[in-house]
C-alpha cells in the first residue's frame, strides 16, 4: 500500500512518500477487476517502476471533470559500482647492451614487466536532486465515463547496463459503467522496456465486471505484441 503524507486545498492536493505512479496505480489499475487483483490480468506488468520511496505528486483540483497530475520518483539504486582491473606482462630474455671494464660490449639479459590498469564507470542510480522517473497525467471523470492519459520517463542511468536507454511508457484507459456492470479498456505502448533499445511492446486490455453482493463476476482479455 501506498504510505504518504499531503496537503490538500483550493489549490489541489501535494503528497510525498511511497507511492506507486500514476501510469501503474491510476490508468493500469483500470483494468483491475478486484480490489486485490486477485481476479486481473495486470497489463504493464514487466515494466513497471513499483512503489518508489522518495516519490513527490502534485494532483490539480478538478475543472469540471477534468484533472490532471505530475509526479516525480527516486528510485532504488542498484546498478554496479566502479571496478578496476590490472594486467601485469612479465617478460625475461635480452633487455639491453652492457660494457665491461675492458670496453667490450655484450648483451645484458633480465626481466621487463608490462603493467596495463583499465577502469569501467560506475552504473548506479544517479544520487542529484533530480528524479529518475517522471510521470504525468490527465483524467475526465464525467457520470459514467472515466478516461486517464498517462506518460512515464524512467532514466537511462536506472537500469544497471552501460548501453541502457531512456524508458518511455504511453498507457491510455477507459471506464464506462452501465448499471452494475463495469466496461474497460486500456492500451499501453513501452519504448526501450527495462533501458533496452529493441524491447518495444504494445498491449490492448479488454474487459466487464459486476458484482453480486460479496461476489464478483468478470471476464478479461489481454493481448500483447513486440513492435
Not at 510525498?16 to 486481473?40: I, P, Y
Not at 626481466?111 to 569501467?120: A, E, F, K, L, V
Not at 475526465?140 to 498517462?150: Q, W
Request: hydrophobic fraction near 35%; charged fraction near 15%; glycine fraction near 10%.
Amino acid at each position: 500500500a501506498d504510505q504518504t503524507v499531503g496537503i490538500k486545498g483550493d489549490f489541489g492536493t501535494i503528497v510525498a512518500g511511497r507511492m506507486e505512479s500514476f501510469t501503474e496505480g491510476k490508468v493500469s489499475a483500470m483494468a483491475a477487476n478486484d480490489a486485490s487483483d486477485t481476479l486481473s490480468i495486470e497489463t504493464n506488468r514487466g515494466y513497471k517502476t513499483g512503489r518508489a520511496e522518495g516519490a513527490l505528486a502534485y494532483v490539480s483540483p478538478s475543472f469540471n471533470g477534468l484533472t490532471f497530475g505530475v509526479a516525480g520518483f527516486a528510485m532504488d539504486n542498484t546498478g554496479a559500482a566502479a571496478s578496476t582491473t590490472t594486467s601485469v606482462l612479465s617478460v625475461t630474455g635480452v633487455t639491453g647492451l652492457s660494457a665491461n671494464s675492458a670496453g667490450l660490449v655484450g648483451l645484458s639479459s633480465g626481466t621487463n614487466t608490462i603493467t596495463s590498469t583499465s577502469t569501467s564507470a560506475a552504473n548506479v542510480t544517479k544520487q542529484t536532486a533530480s528524479f529518475d522517473a517522471v510521470d504525468v497525467m490527465v483524467e475526465y471523470a464525467n457520470g459514467p465515463l472515466l478516461v486517464r492519459l498517462s506518460h512515464e520517463m524512467t532514466d537511462k542511468e536506472t537500469f544497471n547496463s552501460a548501453t541502457a536507454q531512456d524508458q518511455d511508457i504511453t498507457n491510455f484507459g477507459v471506464n464506462y459503467k452501465i448499471g452494475d456492470v463495469t466496461l474497460s479498456g486500456t492500451y499501453y505502448e513501452v519504448d526501450n522496456g527495462n533501458g533496452v533499445a529493441t524491447n518495444d511492446v504494445d498491449c490492448y486490455f479488454l474487459g466487464a465486471k459486476t458484482t453480486m453482493r460479496a461476489i464478483t463476476l468478470a471476464v478479461s482479455y489481454m493481448k500483447e505484441d513486440s513492435l
